[in-house]
Every structure is written in C-alpha cells, then in structure tokens.
C-alpha cells in the first residue's frame, strides 16, 4: 500500500504530459512541445516541496499540537516525496515524448553529451548552491541534541490556583542529534544529485522529435535541462534551509526564545532567481521569420491583449506571495496543520483573485471608454470547465459532510469548520473579479468579439481559481482529519484493522493526495486561444510497417 499513492501520482502526471503533448486531432507540434515543456516544468516544481521536512529533526514541546518528524517513517516520506517526485516528474517528461513514426528517420551522426546542451551559468550556480547545502549540512551534523521542554502553568505561591496569579510557561522544542538529521538530509541531497545526472543523460539521449529541425532539437534539449537544475536548486536550497532551521533552534534549558534561520533567508532568495531564470525559447513555436504568419494573427497586437495575456504569468506571482509568507509564519502553520493549510490555501486564491479584478480596473483606467457598448460572451465558461467546477464544489461539499459526521462520532471539535469558512470566504472574494469583468467599460478599438473574449477570459481565471481551491480545501480534509473518515466507514472497511484514533487512515489519505494532484492541474487549466488557424490538418505519417 506504501506505493500505490506514489503509483497512482505518477501515472496521473503521465496521462497528463501525454495529453498535452499529443494535441487532439493536430498531432505533435512545436506549440505543443513548448506546452509540454512548460507542464513538466510547473508540476516538477509544485512536486518539490519541503514543507512537510521543515521542521525534521525537531521534538515538538507539545506533542498533541504538532507533527514530529523525528523518525524513520516520518522522515523518509517528508523527504522522499519532494526529491524523487520532481526527478520522477522530468523523466516522465521525457518518457512521453512520442517516438519516431515515419518510415524514413533522420540520424545525428554526433555523438550527443550533457555538456552540449548544458546552461553553463545556470550549472555553475546550481553546483554552487549544492555545496553550500552539503556544508550546511556537515555544520549541523556537528550539533548535539537536546530534549524538549513541556509546557506548565505554574503560580508563584501566594495565591491559590482558582484565584489565579498563575503564569503559563510556553516550554521549548528540543532536537536529536545533529549526526542523525546530516545522514538524513545528505543522503537526500545525494539523491537529489545522482538522480539529477540521471535525468540529464535522459535529456541528452532522447531520440530527436520528427516536428522539429536539429536546431529546435538541441533547444528543447537546453530547456529540459534548464527547468530541471532551477528546480532541484530550489530543492537543495530547501534542503539547507532545513539544516540551518535545525541548528538555529535554541536550548529551552538556557531561556533563550528569540533565534532567526539566515538559510532560509538565502533559500527565499534562490528560489526568486530561479523563478526568473527563464529558460530559452523555441524560434518554431512562434511567430517568426522561420514561420509563416497564422491567418486572423497578422499585424501588432492590441496592447489592451497584450495586458490580459501578461496578466497571467502575474497571477503565478500572486500565489506564490503566501510562499513568501510562509517562510516566517512556519510555526504558526505547523502548530495547527489543518487550520494553516487550510487559510494558507485561501490566502493563496484570494491573492489571485485580486489580482485577477486589480488586471480588470487596469484595463478600464488605460483603454476604456464610456461610449463604447459592454458586450458580453455567448458562453463565457467553457462546458469543460464548468463541468470541472461543479464536480470540484460537490467533492468539496461531500467531504465536509462526511468529515463533519465522523468528527461527531467521535466527539470532536469540528474540525472541518475552518475549510467551510475559507472557502465561503474565497467565494465571497470571487465576486469583485466578476463584477469587474460584467461591469467594465469596454474597449473601443478592437477587433469584433475580441472585447467579449478578454471577458470571457477573466471569468475563466475566476472560476478555474474557485474551483483548484475548493479542491484542495477537500484535499486538505482528507489528509488532516482521515481517522473521522475511518469512523464513518468503519476501521475495517477496506480489509485492514485501523483504529480510528489512530494518527491517519490510508484510504483517506489517499485520496487526498489525488485531490490534490487534481487541484494543481485544474490550477494550471489553460485559456483556449481567441483565434485560432483555419488550416487544413497535416496528413498523419504512415507508421513503419512490422516485419
């Protein structure tokens, strides 16, 4: 049972890539390799996160408030999850890439090395950061553990407890020993190394794609390798970020509180170079002096589009603000998972749903006009992903019912109150974006239907947002409160004998899992392109015949 989530994760990322880059009824393309390119590297990155490692090695003060990554079967999954699920994410990206399929192929004669198609800067930096996790590791395997405080109430003597005069005593976290954590996270960072060499050779041996010339080929190969080493430096940067947390945290023993973890400072700020470290393009994936102009796209575009289409990759920064915010309230989520997962998730849509309705105000203030008629799309949500929305709402409705009741029967607090609150609450942000987009002035200048379309596209983004988040609020339910699932459908409901006081209950789990991988994807649920070519489709190639 231990591999069947793993299993279940890599083979939805696989029909994914798959999906994407054989293109319903168009075929393998150079569009659709960038797009390909872009997925693998959006869900290798979501894959890498270290959240559940950020506090490995510490013993909590308070047991019962916190999850203690401390042991063998804490560790491993906190780790092995982000390391080898973004290592698993790129070499599915180019396991899915199609092999050749006309009769005659075209052979390289030179002999294809890493180094070829390596980004040397960016190889040079991502060795850098690698050292500097392995001596942050070596530093805090010199470090000596010691044992947690609990927390008391104690009273100075002169009153009695009922009438009060008492004091709480918050306690301290304590740690094991540096040698046991540096094993752990070297071994991780020597994964995270071997494994990454591995991929790279994947990248440097994989055959050549038939839609594209030799040049192309050799790009697509540098942008692979460019959106791997951007994000296993984010992983070894974590990785020393977690060393530097351990070996920041303070001796309750010797009454010192304040402490501050300078690692995870550099690891914010490796994380935003590398967000900007924007790989090569592909000169057929767009227009060009290779490429024949597509009919409806000739001609400069409106700046009104331009602004709608930037405001996308804008939207990406929004939701990584909370990231940023994360970094300094760790404590307080980790204290509370369920209710910081839960408004860090909120927290994440409504940054994106602001600036979903602050793109629409912009586009008012700088091209609309108060002359010009609103008009508004015949269909301004796509039967898909309406559909997607709907479903989305009733798993998200049905796993608070569910949880609700077992959470009853096993009398506890109610703990799914918190994800009904955020998400009412992330609906209630949704309207401002909505009413931005019926209700503002119209642009004057622009192609017929193209005004209604920039609509349409904003209200897209509204609900695709609305429904990732209420998704993975569901998610977040099934991971942090399973053992309410365990008593409604019973311990032994699926063959296995598990106490519902028990920490978690697989079945539930996961599924949370898969709902969270269905989050992510519906986050990413591309805009259907305003225009698109009308031209004839290629003839397919005839497939080698078997002999």
Known sequence: MLLLGPAIAALLVYAVLRWVIWAPGTGTSPQTVAQHGLWVGVIGWLASSLQGAVTLGIIPANPSAATAVVSAGSIVPALGWPVLGCLTVHALGQITYPGPRRMRRQAVLSARRIRDFMPRRLAFTTAAIFLSAAAAIVRAGTL??????????????????????????????????????????GGALLVLGGGTWLVLWMVSR????????????AVLRTIAMNRLLRTVSTVAAGLAAIAGNFAALPNPSQERSSWMNPAGLACTVVLLVMWQWRPPRLASAGLGTRNRPEAGLTGPQHPAARLVSALGALLGLAAAVPLLAGVFLAPALMGAASYGLAGFVALMTTSVLLAIAGGELVLQRNYGTRNAPRT?????????LLT????????????????????ALLAEEPGWAPAALFAAGTAAMALPAFLTARLRRSVPDLPAGMDAALRAITVHRTVRTLAASVTAQAAILLLTRSTAWAAVFGPDAFGDAVDPAAGSWWPATLAGSVLGAAAVVIAV???????????????????????
């Open 144 to 185: 000596p553990g010691f044992a947690a405080v609990a927390p008391t109430t104690v009273s100075d003597g002169q009153y009695n407890v009922e009438n009060g005069n008492n004091y709480y005593n918050g306690g301290g976290d304590g740690r094991i020993p540096g040698p046991e954590v540096a094993g752990w996270l």
């Open 206 to 217: 994989r055959r050549q794609l038939e839609s594209l010339d030799a040049a192309d080929n």
């Open 525 to 547: 649920i591309p805009v259907r392109m305003l225009a698109r070519p009308r031209t004839t489709p290629a003839p397919r190639p005839e497939k080698e015949p078997a002999e």
């Open 376 to 384: 508004w799309p015949r269909q301004p949500v796509s039967p898909a």
């Open 388 to 407: 997607t929305a709907v479903l989305a709402l009733l798993v998200f409705l049905l796993a608070l019912v569910l949880t609700a009741a077992g959470q």
